[in-house]
């Protein structure tokens, strides 16, 4: 437990740092969740948003974002854009029914670990993943292999620090629809209180990816499985 006190004097040492972030994903659920919290809680000297179009946000607390966009296919060519940020939050992926499971892998496996690398060859010294409940690389799922291979691969370059996120079905108004999601959701929201291990609401995943790079990393690899997300973004 991280009482709030705690919490605005741990955003206050953290703001001293003057460390900047980059995130990938930023347009998607979690991303923009995400940087929201990093924004309101001006916690970055810079924030970089890389991404593959540019984004327009209304909100003048948006107006010192740098944009970074990139094509995912040809990624060496924009190693530039990865260079000089301290922290690295990847909220990327895509689905097999959007892409196909070869475009799945590319998305969810090559383009995360390919940003990874050059993140870490451009200085990068804490990268956050968001990854899946259940993410296993012996798995005989594509998903859930994927999401292990990738996280297996990027432990291996040796980030100083490196967090992997494992959450459950994200409880969001998606702005896109996905029909099976949706009733999962009504389904696992409602019963959120008697299965708590089995949904989360994206605004904790993302608040939990904050909290967590205010505090101090005791292992260099660390997991956070559903439960440990609720627990570190339950926080106001
Ligand atoms: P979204 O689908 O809302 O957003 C995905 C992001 O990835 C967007 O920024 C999108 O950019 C980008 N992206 C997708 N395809 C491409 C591509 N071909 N090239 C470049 N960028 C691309 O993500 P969520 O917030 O729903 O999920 C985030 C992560 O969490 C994913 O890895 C997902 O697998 C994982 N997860 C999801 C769960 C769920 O219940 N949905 C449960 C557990 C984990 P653009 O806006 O340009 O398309």
């Given at each position: 437990e991280i009482p709030r006190m705690d919490l605005n004097a741990m955003e206050e040492n953290y703001r001293q740092k003057n460390r900047t972030c980059f995130i990938l994903g930023a347009s998607g659920e979690t991303g923009?969740?995400?940087?929201?919290?990093?924004?309101?809680r001006n916690i970055f000297s810079k924030i970089t948003l890389i991404g593959r179009r540019q984004l327009t946000f209304e909100d003048k607390a948006y107006e010192n974002l740098v944009q970074n966009v990139v094509d995912f296919e040809k990624l060496d060519e924009y190693a530039e854009a990865f260079q000089g940020h301290d922290v690295g939050y990847c909220c990327l992926g895509t689905t097999k029914a959007?892409?196909?499971a070869e475009?799945?892998?590319?998305?969810?496996?090559?383009?995360?670990?390919?940003s990874a690398e050059l993140a870490k060859a451009g200085g990068c010294s804490h990268f956050h993943l968001e990854s899946s409940k259940g993410a296993d690389k012996t798995s005989s799922f594509l998903y859930l292999k994927t999401k292990g291979q990738v996280e297996a691969e990027i432990e291996d370059l040796g980030f100083e620090r490196f967090s992997v996120y494992r959450p459950a079905v994200l409880l969001v108004d998606r702005e896109e629809s996905r029909p099976a999601e949706w009733v999962a959701q009504k389904f696992l929201g409602a019963f959120s209180s008697v299965f708590p291990t089995m949904s989360i609401p994206i605004t904790v995943v993302a608040r939990a990816m904050v909290v967590n790079t205010l505090k101090d990393g005791e292992k260099r690899v660390e997991i956070l499985e559903n439960k440990a997300i609720c627990n570190l973004g339950d926080k106001k």
């Open positions: 923009k969740a995400l940087l929201k919290e990093i924004v309101e959007k892409a196909g475009g799945f892998v590319r998305v969810d496996h090559d383009y995360v670990l390919k």
